[in-house]
């Protein structure tokens, strides 16, 4: 089955500490996207990247950190930079080509808690 | 900057009464429009998409959405509400360019049996 995954599905960390949380495509997807989803707020774009070792600032990119090696692979550091980061991280993908760049699938999604 | 209202907070009605969930924007050329549901915990999931071409577009789950430009909206309906329906709905709308998607704050639906 074709989709994305994201791991773990819940982690915790301890202030001070830098954290990955890993997400994963089987689409062969060109773009993929982080969002950070807190209650009330909708979903904020954290980074994103259309293209292998290429990726861009979102909204909210500061105390985050991100790589983009594999066309598969998108991994998410938060940073102890990062001063609220506790809540809930979407990873999603699209194929390249306009207009359906912009129809995006999501992963499950991995909740962050900071202790 | 492209921008995304979804007035109601929260939706409260009961099991097989109609739904409508509201969405406006902002975006300076043509929308590329979506509605995505929620349940919690969970990831987004694609309910329907607008593009171009006929308003009314219909989704999976017996919803749909009408597109009208002039009121720079493109509200969600759904005939015959299910228990199951109750989630989370977020609308959104894309930029052309590089595929930046915006949503809104979402509207979250309870249904009453």
């Known amino acids: 089955d074709g989709g994305i995954t994201q791991s773990p599905k819940y982690l915790f960390r301890k202030e001070g500490q830098n954290v990955t949380l890993s997400c994963e495509q089987n689409?062969?997807?060109?773009?993929m996207y982080w969002y950070r989803q807190d209650p009330g707020q909708g979903l904020r774009l954290i980074y994103y990247?259309?293209?292998?070792?290429?990726?861009q600032k979102g909204d909210i990119a500061e105390g985050y950190s991100v790589s983009r090696e594999k066309k598969e692979s998108f991994p998410l550091t938060v940073t102890s930079a990062q001063k609220n980061p506790t809540a809930f991280y979407l990873c999603?993908?699209?194929?390249?080509?306009?207009?359906?760049?912009?129809?995006?699938?999501f992963g499950p999604g991995t909740r962050l808690t900071v202790l | 900057a492209q921008s995304v209202t979804q007035p109601d907070i929260h939706i409260t009605v009961s099991e097989g009464a109609s739904l409508e969930l509201r969405c406006n924007y902002s975006?300076?050329?043509?929308?590329?429009l979506f509605w995505y549901v929620q349940s919690p915990g969970q990831g987004l999931q694609l309910l329907l998409k607008?593009?171009?071409?006929?308003?009314l577009v219909q989704g999976i789950k017996g919803f749909e959405a009408e597109f009208k430009r002039s009121q720079s909206s493109f509200n969600l309906r759904k005939p015959s509400v299910h228990w199951s329906d109750a989630a989370e709905y977020f609308c959104?709308?894309?930029?052309?360019?590089?595929?930046?998607?915006?949503f809104g704050q979402g509207t979250i639906l309870t249904v009453h049996p």
């Open positions: 999603a993908s699209s194929i390249g080509e306009i207009p359906n760049r912009n129809e995006q699938f």
């Open positions: 689409l062969n997807h060109d773009a």
């Open positions: 990247s259309q293209i292998v070792n290429d990726f």
């Open positions: 975006y300076g050329a043509t929308p590329y």
């Open positions: 607008y593009f171009s071409g006929d308003t």
């Open positions: 959104a709308v894309g930029a052309s360019s590089y595929g930046k998607l915006t």
